[in-house]
């Protein structure tokens, strides 16, 4: 409704000689915006950009659809199909006029202001919005490789990678254990390991009750741990089992023909092994010179415009963000301050005050759902908390139904507003 | 009649030119803040465990963030978002979710 109006509105403002002074010059041509990456973040930033402001818009994105990430945990414990993890591109091209380039993205040159596409075309930009989300560092665990992930997979994409895991938790013999290798902070969605054992537990409670789930932290604490832990012991009792990192020593090596994980001081050998590794930027921002040693990259917080390059802006899982996780509604907060800024540097249109949002739920059953969030602002050159919140241990069984019921809504929500 | 016609055309020549001025910044702020419930908070809400807030009455909406800023209304979500609202955002918003509602 509201977008058939501000269409109607801008035919009218059109026909009335109006929309020429919107634009840099009359006569001139729209300036070009290009987004690297459509998940989360890019989709969003894309679309916002081409909702809001005049401007020619650009999406790159090698795949036909995003499966995503988040709620993927919810299809490993059969909760879910997987189809309702999948959103294509169609509206934004089609509802929003954003030019959808299915292509990989190779390279930048922010001299020329061009981006370069695998089948050799250079696609020149005013400005560049980045959303390249994450890339592993296979070399961080001995043994661990992109073969190796085909028998030892991460799942921590969307797309084959689930699927894979499903299929092996699906085929596991009744108890087996499942060993999940969670890594060090700051790594994408931090609640997602310790939800992903709360529904594989769902599952294997369903199914195969005598299984056995064993954690392998690479860090002594993890986030919303007390709450995972009193969902554990409620709904689970006796299968699942977290060892921090000054228990084992820390994941050093894996043996994936014997699906072996191998600490400091011990070998554990698992039926199905979830081996989520470190991680660094997408690699194009790394190739590109946006990230810094951590191998993230630095934002300014009021515009998300590289700190390193001028002109380029990168939002979601790749950035260091502040107060903020690395999350899906994260991404899709940063976006939209992304797009305002970009949008009021190339047109001239008004700034505001930049704010930001996330709230993480976790299902720790079917029917029971944890949340952490806030409210941030600028504060201190970062994107900073404001008001916090968390669930609390010992809340009635039907808040906890609610969240999940919350949940559920809020994917249908922020799906819609990425690519609808 | 020719009287009462006369008497319209400065008054509605007066309203085009004040009216949309007087709420063109109020909007670009409304729909700069909407962006952020569009998270959550579905223009067309088949879910309903989060309402849709589209085409909500304008004086409602400002009472509502009010309750949920002092604690009246418990939710922790919805805390968060109205104690990062001032009253002239909370206003700028409700006028924009009463006449367009969310999602660009």
Not at chain 1, 88 to 115: F, R
Not at chain 1, 133 to 158: L, Q, T, V
Not at chain 2, 18 to 31: M, R
Request: proline share 5%; hydrophobic share 45%.
């Amino acid at each position: 409704m509201s977008r058939w109006t501000r269409r109607r509105f801008i035919r009218i403002a059109g026909a009335a000689g109006l929309v020429g002074m919107a634009r840099p010059a009359i006569g001139q041509a729209k300036a070009r915006v290009v987004v690297i990456g459509g998940g989360a973040g890019g989709a969003t930033v894309a679309k916002y950009l081409a909702s809001t402001a005049a401007l020619e818009v650009t999406l790159v994105e090698a795949n036909p659809q995003y499966n995503t990430c988040f709620f993927s945990n919810l299809y490993l414990a059969g909760l879910r199909s997987f189809e309702t993890l999948a959103h294509g591109y169609d509206d934004l091209g089609s509802k929003h006029g954003i030019n959808v380039v299915h292509e990989s993205a190779v390279g930048v040159d922010p001299a020329a202001k061009t981006v370069r596409l695998a089948g050799g075309a250079a696609l020149p930009y005013d400005r560049l919005v980045m959303a390249p989300g994450i890339d592993f560092r296979f070399d961080a665990i001995e043994g661990y490789s992109e073969a190796a992930a085909k028998i030892m997979p991460h799942a921590w994409r969307g797309g084959e990678q689930t699927v894979l895991l499903r299929r092996q938790l699906e085929a596991m013999p009744e108890g087996g254990l499942f060993v999940l290798v969670a890594p060090a902070d700051p790594f994408r969605c931090p609640p997602g390991p310790y939800e992903r054992v709360s529904l594989v537990a769902d599952y294997f409670k369903r199914e195969k009750p005598k299984a056995k789930i064993l954690i392998l932290d690479s860090k002594n604490s993890f986030s919303k741990q007390e709450l995972f832990q009193d969902g554990w012991n409620r709904h689970y009792p006796g299968m699942v089992e977290w060892l921090p990192l000054d228990f084992t020593g820390g994941v050093k090596a894996v043996d994936p023909d014997n699906r072996a994980v191998k600490t400091a001081d011990g070998t554990f050998n698992a039926a199905v092994a979830n081996v989520i590794p470190p991680q660094t930027a997408g690699r194009i921002a790394l190739e590109s010179g946006l990230a810094d040693k951590s191998g993230w990259c630095p934002v300014d917080p009021s515009t998300l415009e590289s700190q390193l390059q001028a002109n380029i802006h990168l939002v979601g899982d790749a950035i260091k963000p502040g107060d903020m996780p690395k999350s899906a509604f994260a991404a899709n907060s940063q976006a939209k301050v992304c797009a305002m800024a970009v949008a009021a540097a190339l047109t001239g249109s008004r700034r505001f005050e930049p704010r930001f949002f996330n709230t993480c739920w976790s299902f720790l059953a079917a029917d029971d759902a944890a949340l952490i969030g806030a409210s941030y602002h600028v504060a201190d050159g970062k994107i900073a908390a404001a008001t916090k919140f968390i669930s609390k241990v010992g809340e009635s069984a039907e808040v906890r139904a609610q969240a999940a019921r919350q949940a559920s809504a809020w994917y249908a929500a922020i799906t819609a507003d990425m690519f609808a | 009649m020719q009287v009462s016609l006369r008497a319209a055309i400065p008054l509605l020549a007066a309203s085009s030119l004040l009216g949309p001025q007087a709420l063109a910044a109020d909007d670009e702020l409304g729909a700069f803040l909407s962006e952020t419930c569009a998270a959550c908070h579905q223009a067309d809400a088949r879910e309903s465990a989060i309402p849709s807030i589209s085409g909500l009455d304008e004086a409602k909406f400002i009472s509502l963030i009010q309750a949920y800023r002092s604690g009246m209304r418990t939710n922790s979500v919805m805390h968060a978002v109205a104690t990062s609202l001032s009253d002239e955002e909370t206003a700028a918003l409700a006028h924009y979710l009463s006449t367009r509602g969310v999602q660009p």
